[in-house]
Nanobody, 113 residues
Framework: QVQLVESGGGLVPAGGSLRLSCAASGRLFSIYAMRWYRQAPGEQREMVARMTRDGITNVADSVKGRFTISGNISHIDLQMNNLKPEDTAVYYC?????????WGQGTQVTVSP
């Protein structure tokens, strides 16, 4: 079992920055990838950024140039710059593990116009 705890959400004006963190605990050896997702009200959950155990990273086209994922398989951060109102969503961390996938509880990000 893997437990995930996200932090760092909040309210910022457009153009501002936030840094989200996701800390994993438990069976860390079983994790082979970590991802950040977000879900806006009335929308489907979408992948924002991902990292493999080998440190290979990738971000979605919608946030490329503004969001950066960093860290390692037990702790990942999402640096979000030049935030836009359309970035408003609940952000979730997900760990892909050999036994089962695990979600964090989510952290709210609200960007005011």
């Amino acid at each position: 079992q893997v437990q995930l705890v996200e932090s760092g959400g909040g309210l910022v004006p457009a153009g501002g920055s936030l840094r989200l963190s996701c800390a994993a605990s438990g069976r860390l050896f079983s994790i082979y990838a970590m991802r950040w997702y977000r879900q806006a009200p009335g929308e489907q959950r979408e992948m924002v950024a991902r990292m493999t155990r080998d440190g290979i990273t990738n971000v979605a086209d919608s946030v490329k140039g503004r969001f950066t994922i960093s860290g390692n398989i037990s702790h990942i951060d999402l640096q979000m710059n030049n935030l836009k109102p359309e970035d408003t969503a609940v952000y979730y961390c997900k760990a892909f593990a050999t036994a089962r996938d695990n979600w964090g509880q989510g952290t709210q990000v609200t960007v005011s116009p």
